[in-house]
């Protein structure tokens, strides 16, 4: 059998990993270091578990399913293997909301195990109630597990935009007394979770599963798909902190280390999403958004402005003739699986002396880091990727800014209209370089569902189409 002192040792080398691997998905140039960091402390977490499981099956010191165990191992690990194989790009955030909520309902799962037999997990003999520190730690871990599943099932709907369900579309869905519902729904979960504490009764411990389920639902419905990179992140901090309530319950250092690691990494990377976003992080907790209102222009409002539009010829000649480019990539370039295109573009414009650069927003894409990871896929040089803070005032002296699939996060309405409901967001300043080339499959608006000026500006050409066959046509015209 496996000593408990081998197994802290495994768990403290484990959860070292993990914290290596934050550190190194800090910057694009050391994030396959920590992945490998990442991938490499889980896997030791895994196999220490696996080993504790087995010793204490042989030893007979518990009463466990090992075949359950490793044929979960098992099934787990194909799925995972599968699922990360046949993955696309564009289908990255749906993936990481799936993720979330398996995450979630893991915790809900192991709570009610550990409330029916808490024995079997070494937490207090036979016939014994549970100590009311660690039913407070269930109850934690619970209705954080369950509003996390929940949510994350609607995040998921809301990312896919393909289901004709009204929960799972990208439009915000309010209704009167949304946030009095809330709130009543939260006391009565709080209250049912003191009385579980109290007591260890089943009643009171099914009532606030089902009403954070519930709950969780409620909070994520009134979010728009202009805000999912923050949700996905802020769910991510949930699914952390609902697998450290558990580990606690269960004395699990290994739980309780990744657990934090998770939740608080999470918690500060959707601070920064609000920040780059101008919303408060504390509305997005509370399920605030998506019913901002403003008198910012609304795309399809029944007004017909006219572009001006011109080919990938024509764009191609503005750009070979230019001094410098920066591109700037959004959703639309991950939609037409253009990256590799776009790469072999900026390499041509290299060769004949342009100077290329990309700008990538804090929340371009559907979920934090989309844009980074595109350009990496294609392996894109790091060193001509810029954050929006150090690009910004590079834009003024840009010759040609292309920009690809992006929309509110190039709107000038958030600096220059204080009506607009976007009004104060950070935004790429595309709008001051000498020449704007945007490329849309139409004129339909972004998320936030509102008109971009930097359209029709004398200086903004428009090519619609396809990314990826607009860009293969000016790779032909550079040639």
């Not at 197994?7 to 998905?25: D, E, H, M, N, P």
């Not at 871990?141 to 996390?148: D, L, P, Q, S």
């Not at 894109?380 to 150090?390: A, S």
């Not at 690809?404 to 595309?430: C, F, R, W, Y």
Request: glycine share 12%.
């Amino acid at each position: 059998m496996i000593s408990l002192n081998l197994v802290t040792l495994l768990y403290l080398i484990a959860s070292v990993c993990f914290i290596q691997a934050l550190k190194g998905l800090s910057h694009p140039t050391t994030s396959r270091l920590g992945n490998a960091f990442g991938m490499a402390g889980m896997a030791i977490a895994v196999l220490t578990t696996a080993a504790l499981i087995i010793g204490l099956a042989r030893s007979g010191t518990a009463t466990i399913g090992l075949g359950w165990v490793l044929l979960g191992l098992l099934v787990g690990g194909s799925v995972g293997t599968l699922m990360a194989r046949r993955v696309e790009m564009t289908k990255m955030p749906e993936l990481v909301a799936f993720m979330h909520s398996m995450i979630g309902l893991a915790a809900v799962a192991i709570a009610v195990a550990v409330v029916a037999e808490p024995h079997a997990f070494g937490i207090v003999p036979a016939g014994m109630l549970i100590p009311t520190g660690n039913r407070f730690e269930l109850f934690i871990g619970t209705f954080v597990g369950a509003i996390t599943f929940s949510g994350s099932v609607i995040a998921f709907g809301k990312l896919s935009g393909k289901y004709k369900f009204r929960l799972f579309q990208g439009a915000p869905v309010v209704f009167p007394g949304q946030h009095m519902l809330n709130l009543a729904l939260a006391l009565v979960m709080l209250g049912c979770g003191l009385w579980f504490m109290l007591t260890q009764d089943w009643t009171p411990f099914i009532i606030m599963t089902l009403v954070a389920f519930v709950l969780g639902v409620l909070i994520i419905i009134p979010i728009g798909g202009a805000d999912m990179p923050v949700v996905v992140s802020m769910l991510n901090s949930y699914s952390g902190w609902a697998a450290a309530g558990i580990g606690f319950s269960l004395n699990n250092p290994m739980l309780i280390i990744a657990g934090s690691l998770v939740g608080s990494s999470g918690a500060i990377l959707s601070y920064i999403m609000c920040k780059a976003m101008n919303r408060s992080f504390f509305n997005v907790i509370l399920g605030g958004f998506g019913g901002q209102s403003g008198g910012g222009a609304a795309a399809g409002d029944g007004q017909q402005r006219s572009v001006k539009s011109g080919s990938a010829d024509d764009a191609a000649f503005l750009m070979t003739n230019a001094e410098s480019v920066t591109i700037v990539p959004g959703y639309g370039l991950a939609v037409a699986r253009a990256q590799h295109a776009l790469k072999e573009l900026a390499t041509k414009l290299t060769e004949r002396g342009v100077t290329v650069k990309y700008a990538i927003h804090p929340v371009a894409g559907r979920m934090p880091g989309h844009m980074n990871v595109l350009l990496a896929e294609a392996e894109v040089p790091y060193d001509q990727v810029f954050e929006m803070d150090d690009i910004n005032s590079e834009f003024a002296q840009t010759d040609v800014v292309l920009v690809l699939g992006a929309n509110d996060v190039v709107n000038p309405a958030a600096k220059n209209d204080p009506t607009s409901p976007i009004a104060g967001m950070p935004i790429l300043e595309a709008y001051k370089a000498r020449t704007v080339i945007v490329n849309k499959r139409s004129m339909a608006s972004g998320y936030a569902g509102l008109d971009n000026e930097l359209f029709y500006m004398d200086r903004t050409m428009m090519v619609f189409g396809d990314a990826k066959k607009v860009i293969e046509d000016m790779v032909k015209a550079v040639e």
